[in-house]
């Protein structure tokens, strides 16, 4: 048994920011802990820079059901003003040249995740997506979420995202990849690493922790896209569901 949350992050752009390289800003291709993190802690309304500890319990398996394209945007911010209408700088003066950069998002990717950890800090999570204080998003404050978040609460989280069905087309075939932040077998080498384990009381600092990524077969339908998906969500969560095994 595996009590959890099952969520759903879906939007026309997300973006999980990785290490800046000067004025370049990338994205991971799955959703980071960090992030998570902070979008749960949002629906808290918890500042930044707040005690996040408690939500450092959950543990995330995350499956791609699109992974979506990047998009590289070329970004500036402020320039073209008198200098006492520039930017605010940091020691409160200001800047009258613009601030550049290239910032990279994912369009057309949606995920899946199924959220477990200990029961206190799972109800706490539950209540903050259900009644949100602040306006949740994917990685940055433009990209809004175009589905709902949290899908249910069950006590077979890691059994019921392999049977929800996958937002994609219908004509799509092939395996399903799946990111976890534990091993999923004991012997199972780290694909990866992620820079986005928020560091305690360290405001936005991070380090590195292993992740494993599998392409798996699931028995999971292509519910297709936007309302169709909603639609084939909607009648697979309100008929009886298969037991767990």
């Known amino acids: 048994m595996s009590d959890g949350l099952i969520l759903h992050l879906s939007g026309p752009q997300q973006a999980w920011g990785g290490p800046a390289q000067a004025n370049i800003r990338p994205t991971y291709r799955q959703p980071t802990r960090s992030a998570l993190t ?26 791609t059901d699109r992974p979506g394209t990047l998009l590289a945007d070329y970004h500036t911010a402020g320039g073209n003003h008198a200098p006492h209408e520039g930017l605010t700088t940091a020691d409160g003066g200001t800047r009258d040249a613009p601030v550049v950069s290239t910032r990279y998002y994912l369009t057309g990717a949606a995920f899946t995740l199924a959220v477990t950890g200990p029961t206190a800090v799972l109800d706490t999570a539950e209540h903050a997506l259900t009644n949100p204080v602040w306006t949740p998003y994917l990685g940055r404050r433009s990209c809004l979420p175009d589905t709902p978040i949290l899908l249910i609460r069950t006590p077979t989280a890691l059994h019921d995202l392999d049977h929800t069905p996958l937002h994609r087309p219908t004509t799509d075939t092939g395996p399903v990849l799946y990111t976890y932040d534990t091993p999923p077998t004991p012997d199972t080498p780290a694909s990866t690493q992620y820079n986005d384990q928020p560091l305690p009381g360290r405001h936005q600092a991070w380090t590195t922790r292993r992740i494993w990524q599998q392409h798996r077969t699931i028995p999971a339908p292509n519910g297709g896209l936007g309302t169709t998906w909603l639609t084939t969500l909607a009648d697979h969560y309100h008929r009886p569901q298969e037991t767990a095994r």
Do not use: P, S, W
């Open 38 to 63: 902070g979008l749960i802690a949002c629906c808290l309304g918890r500042e930044r820079g707040a005690d996040n500890t408690d939500l450092d319990q959950l543990r995330y398996t995350i499956r």
